[in-house]
Protein backbone atom coordinates (compact mmCIF):
# COMPACT_ATOMS: atom_id res chain seq x y z
CA UNK A 1 0.00 0.00 0.00
CA UNK A 2 2.85 2.35 0.85
CA UNK A 3 4.25 2.02 -2.94
CA UNK A 4 0.96 3.77 -3.93
CA UNK A 5 1.58 7.25 -2.29
CA UNK A 6 5.29 7.49 -2.96
CA UNK A 7 6.41 9.59 -5.67
CA UNK A 8 9.65 11.11 -7.48
CA UNK A 9 8.83 15.16 -7.24
CA UNK A 10 8.20 17.46 -4.57
CA UNK A 11 7.08 21.25 -4.76
CA UNK A 12 10.41 21.92 -2.55
CA UNK A 13 12.31 21.07 -5.72
CA UNK A 14 10.46 22.96 -8.63
CA UNK A 15 12.57 24.25 -11.27
CA UNK A 16 15.73 22.14 -9.73
CA UNK A 17 17.63 20.01 -11.99
CA UNK A 18 18.11 16.34 -10.96
CA UNK A 19 22.27 17.33 -9.40
CA UNK A 20 21.21 20.21 -7.52
CA UNK A 21 17.97 17.86 -6.43
CA UNK A 22 20.81 15.49 -4.80
CA UNK A 23 23.16 18.01 -3.51
CA UNK A 24 20.14 19.52 -1.77
CA UNK A 25 19.28 16.19 -0.30
CA UNK A 26 22.32 15.52 0.92
CA UNK A 27 23.06 18.66 2.42
CA UNK A 28 19.34 18.75 4.50
CA UNK A 29 19.99 15.05 5.43
CA UNK A 30 23.82 16.20 6.66
CA UNK A 31 22.21 19.01 8.52
CA UNK A 32 19.52 17.24 10.29
CA UNK A 33 21.46 14.31 11.33
CA UNK A 34 24.22 16.60 12.84
CA UNK A 35 21.14 17.36 15.40
CA UNK A 36 19.99 13.73 15.86
CA UNK A 37 23.02 12.24 15.64
CA UNK A 38 23.90 11.57 19.88
CA UNK A 39 19.88 10.46 19.87
CA UNK A 40 19.48 7.04 20.24
CA UNK A 41 16.47 4.92 18.56
CA UNK A 42 15.33 3.88 22.16
CA UNK A 43 15.61 7.56 23.44
CA UNK A 44 11.36 7.55 23.60
CA UNK A 45 10.79 3.93 24.82
CA UNK A 46 13.19 4.66 27.65
CA UNK A 47 12.24 7.77 29.08
CA UNK A 48 8.60 5.90 29.08
CA UNK A 49 10.19 3.47 32.00
CA UNK A 50 10.89 6.71 34.52
CA UNK A 51 7.94 7.75 35.73
CA UNK A 52 8.41 11.41 35.86
CA UNK A 53 9.27 11.79 32.20
CA UNK A 54 6.37 9.49 31.95
CA UNK A 55 3.74 11.41 32.74
CA UNK A 56 5.29 14.36 30.92
CA UNK A 57 5.18 12.68 27.52
CA UNK A 58 1.79 10.72 28.50
CA UNK A 59 0.29 14.19 28.75
CA UNK A 60 1.12 15.59 25.83
CA UNK A 61 0.44 12.64 23.53
CA UNK A 62 -3.08 12.86 25.38
CA UNK A 63 -3.86 16.66 24.37
CA UNK A 64 -2.43 15.92 20.72
CA UNK A 65 -4.80 13.29 20.37
CA UNK A 66 -7.61 14.51 21.85
CA UNK A 67 -7.00 17.54 19.30
CA UNK A 68 -7.29 15.36 16.34
CA UNK A 69 -9.75 13.21 17.43
CA UNK A 70 -10.84 10.37 15.03
CA UNK A 71 -8.54 11.04 12.09
CA UNK A 72 -10.48 9.82 9.13
CA UNK A 73 -7.66 8.92 6.41
CA UNK A 74 -4.37 8.88 6.41
CA UNK A 75 -2.01 9.99 9.19
CA UNK A 76 1.67 10.62 8.82
CA UNK A 77 4.15 11.68 11.38
CA UNK A 78 6.85 13.47 10.10
CA UNK A 79 10.07 13.43 12.56
CA UNK A 80 9.07 9.84 14.34
CA UNK A 81 11.91 8.73 15.66
CA UNK A 82 11.51 5.40 17.23
CA UNK A 83 8.13 5.44 16.85
CA UNK A 84 7.16 5.67 20.46
CA UNK A 85 4.17 8.72 19.38
CA UNK A 86 3.37 7.31 16.27
CA UNK A 87 1.97 4.25 17.72
CA UNK A 88 0.52 6.44 20.34
CA UNK A 89 -1.14 8.26 17.41
CA UNK A 90 -2.10 5.03 15.32
CA UNK A 91 -4.03 3.34 18.45
CA UNK A 92 -6.20 6.36 19.37
CA UNK A 93 -7.01 8.55 16.16
CA UNK A 94 -8.01 5.42 14.46
CA UNK A 95 -6.29 6.61 11.18
CA UNK A 96 -7.07 4.20 7.88
CA UNK A 97 -2.99 4.18 7.66
CA UNK A 98 -0.39 4.93 9.28
CA UNK A 99 3.20 6.43 8.38
CA UNK A 100 6.14 7.38 10.15
CA UNK A 101 9.00 9.53 8.67
CA UNK A 102 12.01 10.48 9.60
CA UNK A 103 15.77 11.39 8.35
CA UNK A 104 18.00 9.00 10.65
CA UNK A 105 17.97 5.44 9.30
CA UNK A 106 18.69 4.08 12.79
CA UNK A 107 15.71 5.23 14.27
CA UNK A 108 13.77 3.99 11.47
CA UNK A 109 15.54 0.45 11.48
CA UNK A 110 14.37 0.40 15.51
CA UNK A 111 10.77 1.76 14.69
CA UNK A 112 10.11 -1.23 11.66
CA UNK A 113 11.49 -3.79 14.28
CA UNK A 114 9.33 -2.51 17.25
CA UNK A 115 6.38 -1.70 15.27
CA UNK A 116 5.64 -3.64 12.40
CA UNK A 117 1.97 -2.89 12.11
CA UNK A 118 3.03 1.08 10.90
CA UNK A 119 4.49 1.68 7.94
CA UNK A 120 7.84 3.63 8.41
CA UNK A 121 10.25 5.79 5.57
CA UNK A 122 13.67 7.44 5.65
CA UNK A 123 12.97 10.94 4.26
CA UNK A 124 13.45 14.82 5.12
CA UNK A 125 10.44 16.44 5.54
CA UNK A 126 11.76 19.08 3.33
CA UNK A 127 11.23 16.74 0.33
CA UNK A 128 8.17 14.60 1.45
CA UNK A 129 8.05 11.18 -0.84
CA UNK A 130 4.89 11.43 -1.40
CA UNK A 131 2.09 12.15 -4.00
CA UNK A 132 0.11 15.71 -3.66
CA UNK A 133 -3.39 15.91 -1.44
CA UNK A 134 -2.95 11.81 0.42
CA UNK A 135 -3.08 12.77 4.23
CA UNK A 136 -5.99 13.62 6.01
CA UNK A 137 -3.46 14.48 9.07
CA UNK A 138 -0.27 15.72 9.52
CA UNK A 139 1.66 15.55 12.62
CA UNK A 140 5.03 17.24 13.37
CA UNK A 141 5.81 17.16 17.15
CA UNK A 142 8.51 18.86 18.87
CA UNK A 143 10.82 18.56 15.29
CA UNK A 144 9.89 22.09 13.65
CA UNK A 145 12.56 23.82 16.06
CA UNK A 146 15.59 21.58 15.35
CA UNK A 147 15.53 22.56 11.39
CA UNK A 148 16.62 26.11 10.29
CA UNK A 149 13.80 26.55 7.66
CA UNK A 150 10.91 25.21 9.01
CA UNK A 151 8.34 26.85 6.75
CA UNK A 152 9.76 24.43 4.21
CA UNK A 153 8.33 21.51 6.28
CA UNK A 154 5.23 23.54 6.49
CA UNK A 155 4.64 24.13 2.91
CA UNK A 156 5.60 20.34 2.35
CA UNK A 157 2.71 19.56 5.14
CA UNK A 158 0.88 21.22 2.96
CA UNK A 159 1.26 19.56 -0.44
CA UNK A 160 0.51 16.27 1.07
CA UNK A 161 -2.67 17.20 2.78
CA UNK A 162 -6.32 16.97 1.28
CA UNK A 163 -8.80 19.70 1.45
CA UNK A 164 -9.67 20.33 4.81
CA UNK A 165 -6.98 18.50 5.94
CA UNK A 166 -4.98 19.18 9.16
CA UNK A 167 -1.53 19.53 10.47
CA UNK A 168 -0.86 19.57 14.32
CA UNK A 169 2.39 21.51 15.30
CA UNK A 170 4.14 20.55 18.85
CA UNK A 171 6.93 23.02 19.64
CA UNK A 172 8.26 24.62 23.01
CA UNK A 173 7.38 27.72 24.10
CA UNK A 174 10.99 30.45 24.48
CA UNK A 175 8.65 32.95 26.32
CA UNK A 176 8.40 30.32 29.31
CA UNK A 177 10.60 31.09 32.27
CA UNK A 178 9.81 27.70 33.20
CA UNK A 179 10.80 25.70 29.91
CA UNK A 180 14.33 28.30 29.78
CA UNK A 181 15.44 26.94 33.31
CA UNK A 182 14.34 23.44 33.08
CA UNK A 183 15.68 22.94 29.54
CA UNK A 184 19.24 24.63 30.28
CA UNK A 185 19.10 22.06 33.17
CA UNK A 186 17.76 19.38 31.57
CA UNK A 187 20.32 19.54 28.37
CA UNK A 188 23.22 19.76 31.12
CA UNK A 189 21.97 16.67 32.55
CA UNK A 190 20.31 13.50 31.47
CA UNK A 191 19.55 15.24 28.48
CA UNK A 192 23.06 16.30 27.05
CA UNK A 193 22.11 14.71 23.83
CA UNK A 194 19.49 17.49 23.21
CA UNK A 195 22.22 20.59 23.62
CA UNK A 196 22.26 22.97 21.38
CA UNK A 197 19.61 20.78 19.37
CA UNK A 198 17.19 23.88 19.14
CA UNK A 199 17.91 25.24 15.93
CA UNK A 200 14.60 28.00 15.57
CA UNK A 201 12.52 29.57 18.51
CA UNK A 202 9.12 29.65 18.29
CA UNK A 203 6.38 31.59 20.16
CA UNK A 204 3.02 31.33 19.90
CA UNK A 205 2.87 34.21 17.16
CA UNK A 206 5.77 33.07 15.46
CA UNK A 207 4.24 29.79 14.74
CA UNK A 208 0.75 31.40 13.86
CA UNK A 209 2.56 33.37 11.07
CA UNK A 210 4.74 30.75 9.66
CA UNK A 211 1.71 28.35 9.05
CA UNK A 212 -0.45 31.17 7.64
CA UNK A 213 2.07 32.29 4.82
CA UNK A 214 2.30 28.03 4.29
CA UNK A 215 -1.25 28.24 3.83
CA UNK A 216 -3.01 27.17 6.77
CA UNK A 217 -5.82 28.53 9.09
CA UNK A 218 -5.61 28.01 12.60
CA UNK A 219 -8.18 26.41 14.15
CA UNK A 220 -6.93 25.91 17.93
CA UNK A 221 -3.86 26.73 19.75
CA UNK A 222 -3.22 25.93 23.45
CA UNK A 223 -0.33 26.04 26.41
CA UNK A 224 0.09 22.33 27.95
CA UNK A 225 2.75 20.89 30.11
CA UNK A 226 2.43 24.11 32.53
CA UNK A 227 3.20 26.53 29.38
CA UNK A 228 5.98 24.98 28.31
CA UNK A 229 4.98 23.71 25.03
CA UNK A 230 2.43 25.09 22.05
CA UNK A 231 0.34 22.98 20.70
CA UNK A 232 -1.73 23.69 16.91
CA UNK A 233 -4.09 22.46 14.56
CA UNK A 234 -4.62 24.23 11.78
CA UNK A 235 -6.39 23.13 8.45
CA UNK A 236 -5.64 23.48 4.70
CA UNK A 237 -7.42 26.51 3.35
Given amino acids: ?14 GVGPPGRVIIMWWCRETLLKVKSKVPPNYYDDA ?48 SFTIGLDIDKRAVRYAQKMRSQIAFVVAHGYFLPFRNSVFRVVTLLEVLEHVDKPE ?23 NSLLFKVLWFLWTRIRGSVWKDKHITKFD ?7 LKKAGFSIVNSVYINLKMLILVLATVL
Fill in 48 to 95: LRIPIYKCYHINRFKVVCKFIGNANGLLLDVGCDGGTFTEYLCKCCNP
Fill in 152 to 174: LMLNEARRVLVRGGIVVCLVPNE
Fill in 1 to 14: MLTFFLVGDTRSFK
Fill in 204 to 210: KEILAEK
